[in-house]
């Protein structure tokens, strides 16, 4: 059996290139450990904690439609929605779920569940 290492994916807004042309089929690959530390030395991750997810998508969409290359400044100029879904995928793929973990009041002794954000989320 084959590990499936790159998802197709179609952008439900799309990215305007620098011609005008809206690309919106692309592809993402699984991250890896060095994918989602190595932003973390980024001086623009360290000024504003939102740009890792600019960066760490930039790093994993290996295609989109014609272009050679996506990069951060791209990324910087997807839609809103976009964004949300390449997030989304990105979570499905590598398949990162919130954790959570129960945790009890001392004083008064209820218990709750909590949610532990994960990377890039506060």
């Known amino acids: 059996m084959t590990l499936q290492t790159e998802f197709d994916f179609v952008l439900p807004k799309g990215f305007v290139d620098d011609n005008g042309t809206v690309q919106r089929e692309g592809s993402m690959r699984m991250a890896t450990a060095l994918d989602e530390i ?3 030395r980024d ?9 890792l997810v ?12 014609t272009l050679p290359k ?3 400044a791209m990324v910087e100029r ?3 929605a976009d964004i949300a879904y390449l997030q989304d995928l990105y979570r499905q793929i590598n ?19 909590e ?3 994960l990377l890039g989320e506060s």
């Open 95 to 113: 398949d990162v779920s919130a954790r959570k973990v129960t945790l009890w009041c001392p004083n008064c002794g209820h218990e709750f569940e």
């Open 43 to 51: 001086p623009r991750v360290r000024n504003n904690e939102a740009y």
């Open 70 to 72: 996506v990069t951060p």
């Open 54 to 65: 600019v960066i760490l998508l930039s790093q994993v969409i290996t295609r989109l439609g």
């Open 78 to 80: 997807f839609f809103a």
């Open 38 to 40: 190595a932003p973390l």
């Open 115 to 117: 949610e532990i954000p």
